[in-house]
């Protein structure tokens, strides 16, 4: 079975069309480059992006020299990068190949820090411009009630969680922002693995979970 059919929540169009053009931080990077190595759908997307793209580098092209701005768009695509920009189709390992080189080949191995109430986390090593994280819920656990100060991309990697809008499962990705005030909640059957990644602090609603964040950096 393709993973792509059981995914209901896809990236945007704007967001994929930014990762083309390579204007993601590598936090965010890493989560559109890990939803498009599960999602068939969106792979798709991102290569007719791909395509188009191209296709208007070459006309740009084609008269001599390229304007300043195209070129410094070729120099963002040919610059080193940790991770490849377009990942390879999925894999039949349950993490994501755009993972591998930030928390190995198995989520059973990730060195997981408490941070209350039997959930646990694991910042990854990315650029500052944006903070990314593996996040575990136990099953039927709630994490604390949040809003958000910026945006907020969350990948399930492995069970499932619900909040105020929706039913996440594995290759969904939820999309947050400012106006958004939720509490996931892990499905009662098994625990969930997300890749989170933010670019500014929640906003808890408890005192205890807001005198804990700066020590949590979430």
Request: charged letters at 20%; one cysteine or more.
């Amino acid at each position: 079975m393709k993973q792509n059919q059981m995914i209901k929540h896809h990236l945007t169009d704007k967001i994929l069309m930014a990762y083309s053009a390579g204007q993601l931080s590598e936090a965010f990077n890493l989560v559109v480059a890990t939803h498009i190595s599960m999602c068939d759908e969106c792979r798709a997307t991102m290569s007719s992006f791909d395509a188009l793209g191209g296709a208007l580098l070459e006309d740009e092209t084609l008269d001599g020299e390229a304007a300043p701005d195209l070129q410094a768009t070729m120099a963002l695509i040919k610059a080193d990068t940790p991770m490849e920009r377009t990942p390879p189709p999925s894999r039949p390992t349950e993490t994501p190949f755009p993972l591998v080189a930030y928390v190995g080949d198995n989520l059973d191995d990730v060195k997981w820090k408490s941070v209350g109430m039997g959930v646990k986390q694991a910042i990854l090593k990315t650029s500052a411009e944006a903070t990314a994280r593996l996040l575990y819920i136990p099953a039927g656990v709630a994490v604390p009630d949040h809003g958000h100060h910026g945006t907020e991309f969350t990948l399930v990697l492995r069970g499932a969680y619900s909040d105020q809008t929706d039913h996440f499962k594995r290759g969904d990705v939820e999309i947050a922002g400012e106006d958004l005030h939720h509490t996931p909640v892990a499905d009662v059957h098994s625990d969930c693995i997300c890749l989170a990644v933010t670019d500014a602090p929640l906003k808890f609603s408890g005192v205890l979970p807001r005198l804990l964040q700066p020590l949590l950096r979430i």
